[in-house]
């Protein structure tokens, strides 16, 4: 069955960087791109960005290029997202989910990773 | 840059129909998915290029498109229905969007 297993909750300081990892099976890696999808506390959901599995090319959200880079490696079918100069309003669930192209749906979603930004 | 339009909230009795609207520019021209999410849990695709029904979800969740507004009903509501609901298309100059989501509490 297909699994997206993420890292767990992490505690950053303002200014801090921060690295999630989503680990994918179940299926086919490089057939799927990952998407990545943040939701602040009581807040929606907002896209920040995919990364396409097989090549590694990259689009990002036009509010988070310069400061969100996504990376994998195929070796290990495991995805990863990295904020950098975090800020307090950075403080949300972050997800993976599973897509095939840019107007396909988000098939299977990680369990999400807390990300708390704190002095 | 794109915005996707719902409703903030939906109330609907057990047994009876809800109905989530999600308004957009030209959303007639996209493909259309929704989502649900529970409290505290990831979210869930229930309908996908509009109308398709993912395996495993109950045939009570539907979708339409009609203008520039696409519609999830959900039929004989449960109430394990109890979720936020969201839209979701792609734009070409937004990337992926996501609507403002709906909350529907069954009464």
């Known amino acids: 069955q297909v699994q997206l297993v993420q890292s767990g909750a992490e505690v950053k300081k303002p200014g801090a960087s921060v690295k999630v990892s989503c680990k994918s099976s179940?299926?086919?890696?490089?057939?799927?791109?990952m998407h990545w999808v943040r939701q602040a506390p009581g807040q929606g959901l907002e896209w920040m960005g995919w990364i396409r599995s097989k090549s590694g090319g990259t689009d990002y959200a036009q509010r988070f290029q310069g400061r969100v880079t996504m990376t994998r490696d195929t070796s290990i079918s495991t995805t990863y997202m990295e904020v950098t100069w975090l800020r307090s309003d950075d403080t949300a669930v972050y997800y993976c989910?599973?897509?095939?192209?840019?107007?396909?749906?988000?098939?299977?979603w990680g369990q999400g990773t807390l990300v708390t930004v704190s002095s | 840059s794109y915005v996707l339009t719902q409703p903030p909230s939906v109330s609907v009795a057990p047994g009876k129909t809800a109905s989530i609207t999600c308004g957009g520019y030209n959303i007639g021209s996209k493909s259309v998915h929704w989502y649900q999410q529970k409290p505290g849990q990831a979210p869930v695709l229930v309908i996908y290029?509009?109308?398709d029904r993912p395996s495993g979800i109950p045939e009570r969740f539907s979708g339409s498109k009609s203008g520039n507004t696409a519609t999830l009903t959900i039929s004989r509501v449960e109430v394990e229905d109890e979720a936020d609901y969201y839209c979701h298309v792609w734009d070409r100059s937004s990337g992926q969007v996501f609507g403002t989501g709906t909350q529907v509490t069954v009464l």
């Open positions: 179940g299926y086919t890696f490089n057939d799927y791109h």
């Open positions: 290029y509009d109308s």
């Open positions: 989910a599973r897509g095939v192209g840019a107007t396909t749906s988000l098939d299977y």
